[in-house]
Every structure is written in structure tokens, then in C-alpha cells.
């Protein structure tokens, strides 16, 4: 035997030597599942693709890993959503140590095709449909500028590739320029029925029902084990809707407005406060909300406060805490990167402008609508000074004769800014020109307007 035949003998030899090996891991594996009592973990996902969604699979899969689960089963019925999420559940499951298996119980479209082609296993309903995976635009339903749809061809041919299927079926799910022999030509997006997906590797079986799932997969001996969100993760969830999200942006904004026009009432800014943290909180667990869109929120706010109360008139300081504080509540609803946006579709940036510019319009509406009337209300007269001391019933202004202009006193009360003063066992009304001071500290009267006194602390 010469060295090309002893070659050919040690190739067989190999090439026997893997085909034994993986037939035991596939008995292996399969005696496994005929084995004892088979952990299946359920979680749904039937709605869109957000960041709700986001975080209810993430938890989901923690939970299947604490009661080590055999097998993460999903339900899908989705048209898809936003691509920065689906790709983070895309990347949840590949980098999951245990098989995961999807059950298209309709569609998988768009998002949902590409979570689908990250699972291990795929199994569709008789008339489901998987593919359709075009990055569009949330406000119109336009197609998306290219660098999105190579984007999500880049994610599609690598998540394709994982799980051993066609990279350029994946590919052609989001290009209609794609062109595939017997498959799809050009200027058609691939969309496949249970059928087609069958014969092209993008789906194992159709099946009826998860436990027909379970049946072909000679599993008989099973625990189910649905996931459930927890009561305070349900009330994240609420709150990450973007129209609540909107609603509570109104009364923020409106809180705010009202509390800088009627200082002192206390309730609007109350109510803002509440809203503030209702809105924050769940975009910061679920990872949206940066610290530093947080702090640039707050330095807005205290702009707007600073050009309010100690700056005249409405001038730069204004105008960039207005820009500071509706761009940081733009920014905290969005996956962006600091201020890099290539991973965020278009459709998602709009969407949160939208909710935000809503939310502010909404607020001056409010305020213009039922601010005059609450200023009439009985409730507006308990925690505001109303009544005006007309001449007719005896109240007069106090002018005083003497001139006061540099004697010396004692602040009687706290004068922040103002208050009273003692000059010589007499009480006099009294202001500074912005600090505090202190009860019992000595003044000076610097001016004399009016009624009133102005001093300063004695140093």
C-alpha cells in the first residue's frame, strides 16, 4: 500500500471516528430527554418588540436558569418592533448554555424573524408566516436609511450562520435585492409559510401545539413551567408604554410651569416630582436611562429655575434648560450609545420626540386651560393669599417720616429676603438684596422705599 492509500485509510478512519461521535452525542442527547422528568421553561412573546419586551425576556431567562430548566421554549406571535431590542434578546439566546426552541404560533416577522433564527430549534403552526425583516420607519412605515438595513442584514447572515441555515435566505428577509434561485427574486423581500420555511432549513417541523412540540421530540415525561412577571415588574412594564410614558411627561412639564408662575403652592411641584420618578425609574432598570441623561435632565431644570428667579427677562439660560431638559427626556427613552444613534431605527427617535413634544404641548395647553380655573378655585384660596386690603376698609400703606438711612438694628425675624427689623424698640418691614440673615444678627438701612426698609447685614 503506497502513502496516497494510507492517506485515504487514516481520512476514513477520522471521518468514522467523528460520524460515532456525534451519533453518541445525539443518543446522548436524546436519551436525556427520555430520562427522568425534563424541565420545559415557557415565556411568551406575543406583543411588540420593545423595551417591555426586552426586559421581560431577560428576566425570564434568569428565572430559567435559577430552576434550571432543560429546555427555554418561547412562544412568538409578533409583527416585530425595535431593532436594538431584538437584537439584545437575540444575543441573550445565542450566548444561552441550554437549547432554546421557538414556537411560532402565527407570525415572526421583522424583530421576531430575527429572534427566531437565533433559537436552536424552529417550529411553526400550519399557516404561520417567519422573514419580512426590513428596518422601516415607526412614523410612516418607509423603509429606513441603508445604514440600518445593513445593519440588521449584518445581525441576520451572523445569526444565521450560528444556527447552521442559509445566510443569504436571512440575508434576503431584509433585501429585496437578494436573489436566490427556486426561492425569491429580485425586488421581493423573503417572507416563508411553515411550508416553505420547512424546505429551506428554517424550520424543523409543524407542529399543533407546544406538547405536540414535546411529542415529536420523543419527550413524554415534562414539567411545564410558565414564566409570569412579578406584580412590581408588571408595574415597570406599565409604565415603559410610551403613551404613559407621554402622560406622565405632562404632568412633569405642566408641574413644573404651573409651580415657576404661582411659586409657593407647592402641590403642582409635588405632583411633578411624583411623575419625575415614575418616569425615570423604570427606564433606568431596564438600562435606557444613563446617568448622564439624568444629571443633564436636572442641570436643565435648574436653568430654567435660575433664569426664572434671578435672571431678568429670558435669555440664554432659558433657552438651554429648555434644550437640556426635553433632550434628556428624548435621550432616556432611547437605546443610543451617548450621542452615537447608529443602532437606533429612525422609527424609535421620532416616536420618542413625538411623545415628548406631546407631552410638553399638552402641559401649556393644561395650563392655559385649567390654570385660570384652579386659581378661582376654593382649593387655590387655602394655599394662596387672595384677598386684596382695599382703602375702603381701612387698611393704608405706613410711610415713614423719620429718615432711616444708616441707623443700625437687630433683624427680628429671619429675613429671607424679607422680614422685619428693630430700630430703637420700634418694628419695621425690612428686605435685603438677596441674602439671608439670620434672626438677632445687627442691619444697617442702606435705602428707604416706601413702607419698607432695605438693609443689609453688619458686618
Known amino acids: 500500500m503506497g502513502i ?5 485509510v487514516v481520512r476514513g478512519i477520522v471521518l468514522s471516528s467523528i460520524l460515532l461521535l456525534t451519533a453518541i452525542a445525539w443518543a446522548s442527547e436524546q436519551s436525556k430527554y427520555q430520562e427522568g422528568t425534563i424541565k ?51 444575543t441573550r439566546i445565542l450566548e444561552y448554555e441550554k437549547p432554546v426552541w421557538v414556537y411560532i404560533n402565527n407570525d415572526a416577522a421583522s424583530a421576531g424573524a430575527l429572534i427566531s433564527i437565533a433559537c436552536d430549534s424552529i417550529y411553526m403552526v400550519p399557516g404561520a408566516n417567519i422573514g419580512a425583516a426590513t428596518v422601516v420607519n415607526g412614523a410612516d412605515g418607509s423603509q429606513a436609511p441603508d445604514k440600518y438595513q445593513s445593519y440588521m442584514r449584518s ?4 445569526t444565521a450562520e450560528e444556527n447552521n441555515r442559509d445566510p443569504l435566505i436571512a440575508e434576503g428577509m431584509v433585501d429585496d435585492r437578494v436573489e436566490i434561485e427556486g426561492v425569491t427574486e429580485d425586488g421581493k423581500i423573503i417572507t416563508f409559510t411553515t411550508s416553505e420555511a420547512i424546505a429551506n432549513g428554517y424550520c424543523e417541523r409543524e407542529v399543533a401545539s407546544i406538547q405536540d412540540i414535546l411529542e415529536k421530540n420523543n419527550i413524554v415525561d415534562y414539567e411545564l413551567i410558565r414564566y409570569e412577571l412579578s406584580g412590581t ?57 444613563a446617568n448622564w441623561e439624568i444629571a443633564v435632565f436636572f442641570i436643565g431644570f435648574a436653568l430654567i429655575a435660575l433664569e426664572v428667579f434671578v435672571i431678568p427677562g429670558f435669555g ?56 385660570y380655573r384652579f386659581t378661582q378655585s376654593k382649593m387655590f384660596d387655602r394655599v394662596a393669599l387672595t384677598s386684596s386690603q382695599e382703602k375702603e376698609d381701612g387698611y393704608v400703606a405706613t410711610f415713614h417720616t423719620l429718615d432711616l438711612v444708616g441707623r443700625q438694628g437687630t433683624a427680628n425675624t429671619i429675613l429671607r429676603p424679607s ?23 445687627k442691619v444697617v438701612v442702606i435705602s428707604q422705599e416706601g413702607s419698607s426698609l432695605k438693609v443689609r447685614a453688619l458686618k
Open 233 to 289: 415588574e408588571k408595574v415597570i412594564s406599565f409604565f415603559l408604554n410610551p403613551f404613559v410614558s407621554g402622560l406622565l411627561i405632562l404632568v412633569i412639564t405642566a408641574g413644573i410651569f404651573f409651580e415657576l408662575q404661582t411659586p409657593g403652592v407647592g402641590f403642582p411641584l409635588a405632583a411633578a416630582g411624583i411623575a419625575l420618578v415614575l418616569y425615570l425609574v423604570p427606564y433606568y432598570l431596564n438600562g435606557l436611562a
Open 155 to 158: 445581525i441576520m447572515r451572523s
Open 316 to 371: 440664554v439660560a432659558g433657552v438651554a434648560g429648555i434644550i437640556c431638559t426635553v433632550g434628556a427626556l428624548i435621550f432616556i427613552m432611547l437605546g443610543n450609545d451617548n450621542f452615537n444613534f447608529d443602532n437606533v431605527p429612525v422609527g424609535e427617535i421620532s416616536t420618542a420626540a413625538g411623545v415628548v413634544g406631546a407631552g410638553v404641548v399638552g402641559s401649556i395647553i393644561l395650563l392655559f386651560v385649567f390654570g
Open 40 to 90: 420545559v421553561f415557557l415565556m411568551e412573546i406575543r406583543d411588540n418588540i420593545d423595551p417591555r419586551m426586552n426586559r421581560y425576556v431577560d428576566l425570564a431567562f434568569n428565572q430559567a436558569t435559577e430552576v434550571e430548566a432543560d429546555i427555554v421554549l418561547i412562544d412568538m406571535d409578533t409583527y416585530g418592533g425595535a431593532v436594538n431590542d431584538a437584537n439584545d434578546i437575540r
Open 4 to 8: 496516497k492509500g494510507i492517506r485515504n
Open 419 to 441: 422680614g422685619r427689623i428693630e430700630i430703637e424698640g420700634e418694628i419695621y418691614d425690612a428686605y435685603t438684596r438677596g441674602e439671608y440673615v439670620e434672626a438677632g444678627e
